[in-house]
């Protein structure tokens, strides 16, 4: 089945500096992602879809200032969250859509990652 | 608004047990509707979707949904519960975008214990 990946799969930074968050997706390209959000023992938060060539479409109430989106091609999308602050510390969890046989789309998931501000 | 509900925070059955989890959903327009099982370490993998037609979906791994309009619920079920079923379910409503996907709204997720 088709892979989505993300990198780093755990991360842990200082207060005040920036962490990147890739998503690629392994055997697809994937003109479109999605960011979520996933805070302990809640659901996922949609953050912003990821567009390749053009600029996130973020949901309300998510800083895009705060969270960089860069989809730069057709299988890497980026999250990079500046100046991290403790309250950052989530689970981030990217997806993929491939588009199959019929013309249906199914998401892929990632595997996430997990992001500890100090 | 549009919003997902899964009443149950955990579950805990024996192996060989039958299961039902349960999931309500708000939504102005016919929804296309999600179960997705998370397992520790893994993505999120797609158990069964429901988009229009037969009320009784069947997925992967034995799991079966029924969507029920008038409740507004899309119940998620398996006859006999193995060791493996052992991780987080979430429901999901869809909204279809014009670039052919969806966009999900999550319930909370249900954390499902297996006894041996």
């Known amino acids: 089945g088709a892979v989505v990946s993300q990198h780093p799969s755990w991360v842990i930074c200082k207060s005040g500096t920036s962490v990147k968050i890739e998503c690629r997706s392994l055997?697809?390209?994937?003109?479109?992602m999605f960011w979520y959000r996933q805070f302990p023992k809640q659901s996922l938060m949609l953050m912003a879809t990821?567009?390749?060539?053009?600029?996130?479409?973020?949901e309300q109430g998510v800083e895009k200032d705060k969270f960089l989106i860069n989809h730069a091609s057709l299988t890497l999308s980026t999250l990079t969250v500046t100046s991290a602050h403790p309250e950052d510390s989530s689970f981030y969890i990217c997806?993929?859509?491939?588009?199959?046989?019929?013309?249906?789309?199914?998401?892929?998931f990632g595997p996430g990652t997990r992001l500890t501000v100090l | 608004a549009q919003s997902v509900t899964q009443p149950d925070i955990h579950i805990t059955v024996s192996e060989g047990a039958s299961l039902e989890l349960r999931c309500n959903y708000s939504?102005?327009?016919?929804?296309?509707l999600f179960w997705y099982v998370q397992s520790p370490g893994q993505g999120l993998q797609l158990l069964l979707k429901?988009?229009?037609?037969?009320?009784l979906v069947q997925g992967i791994k034995g799991f079966e949904a029924e969507f029920k309009r008038s409740q507004s619920s899309f119940n998620l079920r398996k006859p006999s519960v193995h060791w493996s079923d052992a991780a987080e379910y979430f429901c999901?409503?869809?909204?279809?975008?014009?670039?052919?996907?969806?966009?999900?709204?999550f319930g909370t997720g249900t954390r499902l214990k297996v006894l041996a």
């Open positions: 055997d697809f390209q994937a003109t479109t």
């Open positions: 999901a409503v869809g909204r279809f975008l014009t670039s052919g996907t969806y966009k999900y709204i």
């Open positions: 939504y102005g327009a016919t929804p296309y």
């Open positions: 990821s567009n390749e060539g053009s600029k996130a479409t973020y």
């Open positions: 997806s993929a859509p491939r588009r199959l046989a019929g013309g249906e789309s199914e998401q892929f």
């Open positions: 429901y988009f229009s037609g037969d009320t």
